[in-house]
């Protein structure tokens, strides 16, 4: 296989995480969990997509749920030792969410943030067509920002939608929050 093909099977393989639900529930779920941001609501409205993730893995996440066993085994130093917390799975997963932009394009990103219309001026079209990790060595700060600004729009997109569902079960719930009785 050449380089070429190799970067694009790299890149489809980065697209395909990037797009897996599972993974992305459980990044903004890490996100939830900063309560200086979100207090206990954002974990609360979060937790039930964790729940149906967890119970329901996709392959990507059945990836990250090996890998972490099998780290906290070899920490532990004995087949079958050791423990892995939620919050290490969380953790593992945002950076098996994360670790691999570099390997898709610049205008990748751009349209997983609905931005396809960027302008030439912030952006050329040459880097646009860049991998993430050439685009790093062309411009480090653009890069920098442009993970930092991708990161943000997961998370804030995801938690939104949460917080949005919340909302909406509240008005589907309006009778019996309305006729519930008087805690005592």
């Given at each position: 296989?050449?380089e ?26 890490d996100?939830a ?20 993730v ?38 593992t ?53 442009l ?37 005592k």
């Amino acid at each position: 296989m050449t380089e070429k093909n190799e970067r694009e099977s790299a890149r489809k393989t980065q697209l395909d995480i990037l797009k897996s639900k599972s993974l992305k529930s459980l990044v903004v779920a890490d996100a939830a969990r900063d309560l200086r941001k979100h207090g206990d609501v954002g974990k609360e409205l979060t937790h039930a997509d964790y729940i149906s993730v967890m119970s329901n893995p996709d392959g990507y996440l059945s990836q990250v749920l090996t890998g972490a066993f099998l780290n906290a085994e070899n920490e532990a130093g004995e087949h079958y030792g050791g423990a892995v917390t939620p919050i290490q799975i969380l953790q593992t997963a945002k950076g098996f969410y994360f670790g691999g932009l570099d390997k898709i394009r610049v205008n990748d990103v751009l349209e997983l943030m609905g931005r396809s219309d960027f302008s030439d001026k912030v952006i050329s079209g040459n880097q646009r067509q860049m991998y993430m990790e050439d685009f790093k060595g062309a411009n480090e700060y653009a890069y920098g920002k442009l993970v930092s600004a991708y990161a943000q729009y997961v998370e804030m997109n995801g938690l939104g939608d949460a917080y949005s569902r919340g909302g909406k079960a509240i008005a589907g719930n309006l009778e019996g929050i309305l006729t519930k009785k008087k805690d005592k």
